[in-house]
């Protein structure tokens, strides 16, 4: 008789991380989807500013890169957040 290799109840990996995707308004057009990296390099090779628009599946409206609290990093001197007061 056939048997699977695998015991019973065996764990399922979890499943694959869906990337985000943005997009972004660049010279009056919506463009996208892209990565976070390929915003990065958007962002360092000057297409897209801090003020730039840009949008992801959660977001209510278009917001500006300086706005989204995972694309601050880009800004540079990431300053982290202040302390929690005690």
């Known amino acids: ?6 015991p019973r109840g065996a764990a399922l990996p ?6 985000v995707m943005y997009y972004y308004a660049a010279n009056g057009q919506q ?9 990065k390099e958007l962002f360092a090779n000057r297409t897209i500013n801090r003020d730039s628009l840009v949008w992801k599946q959660g977001l209510m409206a278009w917001t500006a890169l ?16 202040p302390l929690p007061q005690m």
């Open 14 to 19: 979890p499943p694959i991380p869906v990337q």
């Open 31 to 39: 463009l996208g989807p892209v990565s976070f990296d390929k915003l």
């Open 66 to 81: 300086k706005e989204i609290e995972e694309l601050k990093a880009f800004l540079g001197g990431s300053i982290p957040p």
């Open 1 to 6: 008789p056939f048997t699977s290799q695998q």
